[in-house]
């Protein structure tokens, strides 16, 4: 497996590898990574997909991308996707991947136009005082002295990050800015996550800073992740004969380990309340999604609070890799992420509106009609001053394709569970959906004496609590992660969240594609390469407008410097006078 850039490479054909049709593939897990897995044995490796095997634990495919009407208690996506346009890998398989919508066109088709036609910026990135407008005014907030804490960790070495959190380089000076309200509420990191991660999004998203306070850097599906993405995924692979096993749990993978050589050897299954395994021989591959996100997700009602479930059982994502963990070191260290729930859980709720009362003070903040088909709120609205630090997103409406016209679909999120709400005087995981719908209104500026009988009439909210969402945000060092293809794999590869890959970051539609590719492609020897991740970071231009975007646009002859600092910027603008550097500079408004 190699990479490449630019184009030569990413419209061309692969050979068929020799002696596919004679090897098969069993992929455990039916989420993102795994549908991915499978598109890319069908379409680069050109395996028969009946050769090809699907086994899922849940009844459905889709893993952490849901999106889903349960007959009892109505709508539910536990999460969003955002996307941007260097996402290399989602883009190059979504290409092949026909719309289930329009007859002749793919789903990177619909995609594209879509985003045109309609591209997505917020017009109210926050909130505060009952849903006044927070006026961070597109603003970092950022002194020179943050800016500085960011820029030291963004040129630390990996090895000084290994198992540091992010409070350990940045202090209120940071923590206290706008940049962190608009970065912590959209990625979601908690102060005590990985300093190390926080690097590689810093990383991987330079050229996007300054759409960080309007969102004019994401990209959005029509409807929700299920039925935009994994559906059509789902639909393709099922018209080639790949076999999907529902409601099979693999408990465990057994390995002959060797000094230079790895085999999967044995499938160990669960289904039906039932025990049994699959042999493997060195033609029959294995693809692992390890870990996982959401596993452990708990349902609530608009009655009923969503359970906080810590314990591991037999089945669960964490259990099938700490028994793989133990047969190799080079297959990670699981309880590394899985053993703090604490710090690695965050809520999510689902709001429907049933009538016009809600939808009017949606439209106060947004300023747009939700009902128009078009953006919404183009990203999440935070509320600063939220005791659960509550953030709500409207997406293009309907988000569901059997969704009644008149009715809304809200996705709420907080990151502090544990603390007690401004309006309801509990913690958001004690809460029902009808009070989580509560403390949202409060903070909508629905008037006090309204708030209780809207929440009660005019919603249906399912509150959902995932106690992993954000295990692979903690502090870890290399090996933890198991690489895509360990060193020595004969016949299998890890996927998904959990895996190691190059420069990439995780909790991104883009890592569980770009895994998929990587492990197909090294397994099977497909001489095509896999995009490398968008080299932003190496790009001059990218780095200059970053700089000054982060400073709010004041140039770096600005910055508050002492005598020595001063003396050091004027020798170097007089030595780069009437240069292409002294232009550079200029364009991207470090000088004037």
């Known amino acids: 497996m190699y990479y490449s850039s630019g184009n030569y490479e990413a419209f061309a054909r692969p050979l068929k590898p ?50 889903y009407q349960y007959s009892d208690i109505g709508y539910v996506m536990r999460g969003g996707r955002e996307m ?23 789903v990177l088709d619909e995609f594209y136009w879509l985003n045109k036609a309609d591209p997505n910026y917020s017009l109210c990135r926050a909130t505060e005082k009952q849903g006044q407008d927070a006026h961070t005014d597109k603003k970092f907030g950022l002194s020179d002295k943050a800016a500085l804490e960011i820029m030291k960790l963004y040129f630390t070495p990996d090895e000084e990050l290994y198992n540091r959190r992010i409070d350990e380089f940045f202090d209120d000076e940071v923590f206290g800015s706008n940049f962190w309200l608009y970065w912590r509420t959209m990625f979601a990191f908690e102060n005590w996550h990985s300093a190390l991660e926080m690097k590689r999004y ?44 529902y409601n099979t749990k693999v408990i465990n993978v057994e390995f002959d380990c060797q000094k230079d050589k790895k085999v999967a050897k044995r499938l160990d299954i669960l289904s039906d309340a039932e025990k049994s395994s699959i042999d493997l021989t060195e033609n029959d591959f294995v693809f692992i999604t390890n870990g996982g996100c959401v596993e452990n997700s708990s349902y609530g009602s608009q009655d009923k609070p969503a359970c906080f479930n810590k314990d591991i059982k037999e089945g669960n994502g964490w ?44 439209q106060k903040i947004c300023k747009r009609d939700p009902f128009s088909g078009n953006i919404v709120t183009g990203g999440i609205v935070s509320v600063k001053d939220s005791n659960w630090l509550l953030s709500w997103t409207v997406n293009r409406q309907p988000q569901f394709r059997n969704q009644p016209k008149n009715e809304l679909t809200v996705w709420v999120y907080a990151l502090f569970t544990d603390r007690e709400g401004n309006y309801i005087k ?111 970071t190496y790009d001059i231009r990218d780095l200059l407008h970053a700089t000054v975007a982060l400073r709010d646009g004041k140039p770096i002859t600005e910055m508050n410097l002492n005598f020595v600092e001063k003396f050091i910027l004027k020798q170097f603008l007089r030595k780069v006078e009437g240069t292409d550097i002294e232009k550079l500079l200029r364009d991207y408004h470090l000088i004037k």
């Open 202 to 245: 810093l990383k991987r998203y330079i050229n996007h800073i300054s759409g960080l306070p309007d969102f004019t850097a994401l990209r959005f599906t029509r409807y929700n992740q299920y039925e935009s993405m994994i559906l059509p995924m789902v639909k393709y692979l099922e018209s080639f004969g790949v076999i999907f096993h």
């Open 426 to 536: 509990k913690p958001m995981r004690d809460c029902t959906g009808q009070e989580i719908c509560a403390e949202w209104l409060y903070h909508l500026g629905v008037p006090v004496e309204d708030i209780d009988k809207l929440a009660a009439n005019s919603a249906k909210t399912v509150p959902c609590m995932m106690p992993y969402i954000t295990a692979f945000f903690m502090p870890r060092e290399k090996g933890d992660r198991p690489d895509v293809v360990p060193d020595g794999a004969i016949n299998f590869a890890f996927l998904g969240q959990f895996a190691e890959t190059e420069r990439d970051t995780i909790f991104t539609t883009e890592y569980s594609i770009r895994t998929a590719m990587e492990a197909v492609y090294t397994l099977f020897n497909v001489d095509r390469a896999v995009p490398e991740v968008w080299a932003s």
């Open 319 to 362: 259990d099938m890799w700490r028994k793989i963990a133990v047969q190799d070191e080079s297959f990670g260290h699981p309880d590394k992420f899985c053993s703090s729930p604490e710090k690695s859980n965050w809520m999510s709720a689902t709001v429907t509106t049933l009538d016009d009362k809600i939808p009017r003070f949606i």
């Open 84 to 106: 941007d346009n260097h996402f290399e890998c989602m883009w190059e398989l979504f290409r092949s991947i026909p719309s289930i919508e329009t007859e002749g066109v793919s």
């Open 18 to 67: 020799e002696g596919v049709e004679h090897k098969s593939a069993y992929i455990v897990g039916a989420g993102l990574a795994a549908l991915s897995t499978a598109c890319f044995l069908v379409r680069d490796a050109q395996m028969p997909g009946k050769n090809i095997h699907i086994l899922e634990k849940e009844s459905i495919s889709g893993g952490a991308c849901d999106g």
